[in-house]
């Protein structure tokens, strides 16, 4: 069995694969006479209206994987982007690899704070979500439509996230 890496998540990293939503950073400005400070377009939502594409919003509910995380499976949205916004302070993980045919040398793992959010770009493989230690209520935000959106792999060996509690603490 392979092991994976975990990096923090930050802007710079996971650029390749998408946006880190958080506001550390971000451009902000007051609005609504000075009452409300917005956080001004932190993740490009791509819902593909080209081919009939329109914006989802849903709640995930990630219930915590058993300790060491193995990853066996990708998958991607090859019409859209999909961002994930947890609503509380929730450690979780997440693995990426590049658009395109999926190749294991570009796999990539991060681990982010509970504020951060991710957008993962159109056709960006990706794991699905990997909660640590309690359940956590995501605002997940991507691709309607008729057409299929979801491809998944098995991929041919297994990795594991071995460091997965002590980094992400």
């Not at 092991?3 to 694969?17: D, G, I, K």
């Amino acid at each position: 069995m392979k092991t994976l890496t975990l990096e923090p998540l930050t802007r710079e990293a996971f650029a390749p694969f998408g946006d880190v939503i958080e506001l550390e950073g971000a451009r902000h400005f007051p609005i609504n006479a000075g009452t409300t400070e917005r956080f001004h377009d932190l993740a490009n939502v791509d819902v593909g209206f080209e081919s009939g594409g329109r914006p989802l919003i849903n709640v995930f509910r990630g219930q915590p994987r058993p300790q060491p995380v193995a990853i066996s499976m990708m998958e991607r949205h090859p019409l859209g982007s999909q961002a994930f916004v947890p609503l509380a302070d929730v450690r979780y993980l997440v693995v990426v690899a590049p658009a395109g045919e999926f190749d294991a040398a570009g796999l990539r793992a991060f681990y982010a704070r509970g504020w951060q959010g991710v957008n993962y770009a159109r056709g960006v493989w990706h794991h699905p979500l990997i909660v640590l230690d309690a359940a956590g209520d995501f605002i997940v935000v991507d691709r309607g439509g008729d057409l299929p959106n979801c491809d998944e792999i098995d991929l041919p060996e297994r990795y594991t996230l071995i460091e997965a509690a002590a980094r992400a603490a």
